[in-house]
């Protein structure tokens, strides 16, 4: 099994009011149950089903994914930076294991 | 979408049944959700209304070479503010083995309407974007993709 690793990409310091740009992505197989592996074998239906970003505590945004969302699902979206504060990054598979990850903005 | 008969055999297997029986036959057999579920389940978010096709800006390859991972970006002309935002971006593909590809739940905190992910398209269909805003009226923009190796495994 391949590691699932999440990676974002938030500025540290942003000016108050400023729109920044985030990136994320999480390297995952997304199988979406139909393919076959080397020997014929149907590769059991295994992807992230949810993403959530929130600002501290409060969800700016969230993704319900498909099977139809590309391996290694990658995401960009603005946010408007008002105070300093913590990014956190959930992903849900479908066995219910969670990925997180954090980032810092600092306004000033 | 449950009728996947399609054996379970490697490529190379399938095709050197080709020249045999004609395994054209067996592929085509992978049902797809085709433009009437599709219609079908905009129909559903939007409750009928007729969408507004002057708000979305969709960033969608003409031709992707590879349907494993198909860009698609969308920006929608909304302010954002607290009454007039976007609620939901439902992104449905009326080709693949089923509709939905991604539904995005955004909130006033954005500051801004648009986001970019990337998609598997199995063959050449339509993209559809479909927006909700907080006022209950809906956008929606649509472009068809050509696919040169469709991208649904198998």
């Not at chain 1, 985030?22 to 074998?41: E, Q, Y």
């Not at chain 2, 959700?33 to 939007?46: F, K, L, W, Y």
Request: aromatic fraction near 8%.
């Amino acid at each position: 099994m391949t590691k699932v690793k999440p990676r974002v990409k938030v500025p540290k310091t942003a000016e108050a009011g400023e729109i920044v740009e985030i990136k994320t992505l999480i390297s995952h197989p997304m199988h979406s149950g139909r393919a076959v592996d080397g020997d014929g074998n149907l590769i059991p239906r295994r992807i992230i089903h949810s993403f959530r970003a929130s600002f501290n505590g409060t969800e700016v945004m969230s993704v319900n994914l498909k099977p139809s969302v590309s391996a290694n699902p990658f995401f960009t979206f603005p946010f408007k930076v008002t105070e300093s504060g913590t990014f956190d990054f959930i992903w849900v598979e479908d066995d219910g294991t969670e990925y997180k990850k954090s980032a810092k903005i600092s306004v000033g | 979408m449950q009728t996947l008969v399609l054996k379970p055999i490697s490529r190379r297997k399938a095709l050197s049944y080709l020249g045999v029986a004609g395994a054209s036959l067996t592929l085509s057999s992978i049902a797809f959700a085709g433009p009437d579920e599709v219609n079908a389940r905009i129909s559903a978010i939007t409750n009928g209304a007729a969408g507004d096709d002057t708000l979305i800006t969709l960033d969608l390859p003409e031709i992707a070479e590879n349907g494993n991972a198909v860009k698609v970006a969308f920006d929608i002309d909304s302010p954002m503010t607290a009454d007039n935002y976007v609620k939901a971006v439902h992104i449905l593909a009326d080709g693949n083995p089923e509709p939905d590809v991604a539904t995005f739940n955004f909130s006033p905190h954005m500051g801004a309407c648009y986001a970019s992910t990337r998609m598997r398209l199995s063959k050449t269909q339509n993209v559809h974007v479909i927006a909700a805003f907080s006022d209950g009226s809906f956008g929606n923009a649509s472009a068809l993709v050509k696919v040169t190796i469709g991208g649904c495994g198998g």
